[in-house]
């Protein structure tokens, strides 16, 4: 089995996906991100699943696509929620693991809370809030590195990604 170089985790709004394509490139690898995955696979958006099938459906899918996507080796982003899974957290406690981390002044103007994040189309901030104070603690037990996001470019925090990678 391939082993990812990284794993990117935290909630909606750290930049898991943008800055997971940027560390691709810089090291000249593949980019998966889970949430992508599963709405190429279904054919429908992760906010459409879960109105159409539910949270749990959508949790079975997502538990899947990241056993799937680490196997695969390069960089993988996945989903805010997944680390809560305790089969992918269990799994991912043996891989590299970045944990970028993000208060909601930053995660709000970078995500808008918009309809596109299910469980943060009502009242998205106290949702928010509530949300990372639950996975908090599991995010920062399976982080190897925890990259700060706040007040920082795409840029910035890839280079703190890729120097952990690089052990440098």
Known sequence: MTRPVVVLIGPPGAGKTTVGRLVAAELGMPFTDTDELIETEQQMSISDIFVERGEAHFRQLEADAVARAVTTGGVVAVGGG???????????????????????ADAAGRVGFSSARPLLSVNPRATWTRLMGD?????????????ETDGRSAEEVVGDVVAEVRGS
């Not at 899974?85 to 981390?101: G, H, K």
């Open 82 to 104: 997944a680390p809560m899974t305790p089969a992918t957290a269990e799994l991912l406690e043996s891989m590299p693991v970045v944990f970028l981390s993000v208060t909601i």
């Open 135 to 147: 996975r908090r603690p599991t995010y920062e037990r399976l982080a190897t590195w925890v990259v």
